[in-house]
């Protein structure tokens, strides 16, 4: 099998641009959960995302730009100009790279994202805030998934108006 000298060098642009800390990412437990809607909400405090599964919801705060992108992708809304979330999903697709899930786990605090990517076969891990592993799943119409005990500690029951939004086809 012949290598595109240009995947080297995307998946090294991938992991200088997604790397948060030095850590091995994190792989799903067995009690892994689907999120099936994501919803933007734009606070006063700072935009957040919801993952929802059932009448639960993980909020994640993230930055106004993020929210946007996440927030274009899932209304097919086209800003004037590409975000980044929308430049790597070209760059990415230019490649035939895919994201195949994401999986997002909290540690001390901290929401982390992990990708899996993958190329003619090839399956790699990236580790990610959690906000651009959730900016690229909903660009590319991939999974996201959760530890069960994560939705468990960290979800919050959604009101009911939450509940009959659009729901994002994952």
């Known amino acids: 099998m012949r290598r595109n000298p240009f995947f080297g060098l995307l998946m090294l642009f991938l992991v200088c641009a997604l790397l948060v800390v030095e850590c091995a990412p994190v792989l799903a437990s067995s009690r892994e959960v689907k999120i099936e809607k994501i919803e933007v ?17 993980i909020p994640i705060f993230v ?3 993020v ?5 274009g992708a899932l209304t097919g809304e086209k800003f004037p100009r590409p975000l980044s979330h929308d430049l ?6 230019a490649y035939e790279v895919h994201v195949d899930r994401v999986f997002i786990t909290l540690r001390n605090g901290v929401f982390y994202g992990t990708l899996t990517l993958s ?3 090839r399956q790699q891990l990236f580790d990610s805030r959690s906000s651009d592993a959730i900016a690229l799943a909903v660009h590319f119409h991939s999974p996201i998934f ?4 994560l939705l468990d500690s960290e ?4 009101k009911p108006e939450m509940e ?6 994952l």
């Open 164 to 169: 009959t939004k659009k729901d994002v086809d």
């Open 67 to 71: 929210a946007g992108s996440i927030q």
């Open 41 to 57: 909400q734009f606070l006063q405090r700072s935009p957040v995302v919801l993952l929802a599964v059932g009448d639960k919801a």
């Open 88 to 93: 790597m999903q070209s760059i990415l697709k």
């Open 146 to 149: 959760v530890e069960g005990d």
């Open 63 to 65: 930055d106004p730009t």
């Open 155 to 158: 979800g919050k029951f959604m």
């Open 119 to 121: 190329q003619n076969g």
